[in-house]
């Protein structure tokens, strides 16, 4: 039996506070070594790609999920009033095989990328850091604005997409929902120049930061490159930083990093860890104010796991959704 869950049901249960816990779980397990991920593989089309992801987790409370992601990037969906990514997740029980549920997973890939967003801010951002700049005011902006305001103090926010308008409705958006401080910038340079936290959400594939604009003490997360040929940041940026991947076998073929390490202006030896080693208390998170810091998110199934499980589990609780016997 399967519980099928629309997107409208996702998030009549889904909150950023469930997304960051379901975070800080999957990034632990990772540094614990209690998942088991295969590198998500691409259908690259002519206007978009699908990833298939799947992976299995042991969760600490002593669930044990599997299932598989599959999503869309279509970056000129907006100006056909469609939504860029679009996800659905099937969770399995791994002793069996059966299907528990069929999940709409747009809503848990924006809140889960948001929240390791959020996690990366924890750990590796200044803690006293107050004013969050953005590249892109897209759908995962949002969800790394809402995870950014619950780690930290952020009193003003400044916002710049490559379409004014976007900066201007995503500003009164914050305002309006968060009731923070925020201001569409007419140049990158304004939404990073003296900020504290900067986070990138585009699907560019050239630098959309530059290195002179980034000031010591900065902690970046870099969440638009997910694909091979992907890049947001100046390589001289990541050359200056301390850099966190969520997993090396993706980022290094589809996160920030592929491209200056495939042009041989970044070596592996400069990539400091991985966000799960640094949230299971193996390696140190940021180190000093002054350090510049890059988290590299190229976005893992165990996270969709971990929110999905902790999605069915809700709903299951409140009675939300339809069960299916797909088997019949
Ligand atoms: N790391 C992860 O886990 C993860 C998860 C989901 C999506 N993504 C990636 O994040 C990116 C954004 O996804 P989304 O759902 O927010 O898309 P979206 O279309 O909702 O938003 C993207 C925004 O970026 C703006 N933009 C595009 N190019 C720009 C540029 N050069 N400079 C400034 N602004 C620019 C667009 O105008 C748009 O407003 C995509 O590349 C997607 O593949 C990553």
């Not at 590249?135 to 930290?152: D, F, S, Y």
């Not at 499980?309 to 609780?317: K, Q």
Request: net charge negative.
């Amino acid at each position: 039996m399967s519980l099928v869950l629309t997107g409208s049901e996702v998030m009549q249960v889904l909150d950023m506070d469930l997304a960051l816990a379901a975070a800080q779980e999957a990034f632990q397990a990772y540094g614990e070594g209690r998942v088991n991920m295969p590198p998500k593989s691409y259908l690259t089309l002519a206007k978009g790609d699908f990833r298939a992801m799947y992976g299995e987790i042991f969760l600490s409370a002593g669930d044990h999920i599997c299932g598989l992601k599959w999503v869309n990037v279509h970056p000129e969906n907006p100006a056909r009033g469609l939504l860029t990514v679009m996800a659905k997740i099937l969770l399995n029980d791994p002793e069996t095989g059966l299907e528990w549920a069929d999940l709409d997973g747009t809503h848990i890939t924006n809140f889960r990328t948001g929240a390791a967003g959020g996690l990366a801010a924890k750990y590796l951002s200044r803690q006293d850091a107050t004013r969050l700049g953005l590249i892109g005011a897209g759908a995962q902006a949002r969800t790394q604005v809402a995870a950014i305001l619950k780690v930290r103090p952020i009193q003003e926010i400044v916002v710049y997409d490559r379409h004014p308008a976007h900066s201007q409705a995503f500003a009164d958006y914050v305002t309006a929902t968060h009731g923070v401080k925020a201001r569409p910038a007419v140049t990158g340079g304004e939404a990073v120049q003296g900020l504290d936290i900067v986070v990138t959400t585009t699907p560019s594939s050239s630098p959309v930061v530059l290195r002179e604009w980034v000031s010591p003490g900065t902690h970046i997360n870099a969440i638009g490159a997910d694909a091979a040929g992907k890049q947001e940041l100046a390589p001289g940026i990541l050359q200056a930083a301390k850099i966190v991947v969520d997993d090396w076998a993706q980022a290094s073929h589809s996160g920030e990093i592929n491209v200056p390490l495939a042009k041989g202006e970044l070596t592996p030896q400069q990539i400091y860890g991985s966000l799960g080693e640094i949230v299971a208390g193996k390696k140190p998170g940021r180190q000093s104010p002054e350090e510049i810091t890059v988290f590299d998110s190229t976005g893992l199934i165990i996270q969709d796991l971990a929110l999905g499980f902790a999605v069915y589990r809700r709903a299951l609780e409140r009675g939300l959704g339809e069960v299916k016997d797909f088997l019949r």
